[in-house]
């Protein structure tokens, strides 16, 4: 999977080349390529979170119909953090 994060001053500090205009143009370069690859159907392209936010979240409502009991189906989470 892919995960892009947008450019910003204040990650500056952690890529020691986020200055430089040739590595910022490359990377560019790289993200059209990307899309275009993505857009002819070659690949998925897939947007990350990486603020830590799990895609499991716990369910804290449900329904049932009168007189029957709230089932949940459990399903098999991929990993554990």
Known sequence: MLSI???SS???YKQPNCADPQVK???KADLDWLFWVHSAGEIRLKF???SGFSLWS???YTYARLGEQK???Q???R???
């Open 71 to 73: 089932v949940l189906e």
């Open 25 to 27: 143009l490359a990377k």
């Open 58 to 60: 716990p369910v804290s």
């Open 10 to 12: 204040k990650n500056c």
């Open 75 to 77: 399903t098999k989470r």
């Open 5 to 7: 994060v947008p450019h």
């Open 48 to 50: 990350l979170d990486e």
């Open 79 to 81: 990993g554990k953090r």
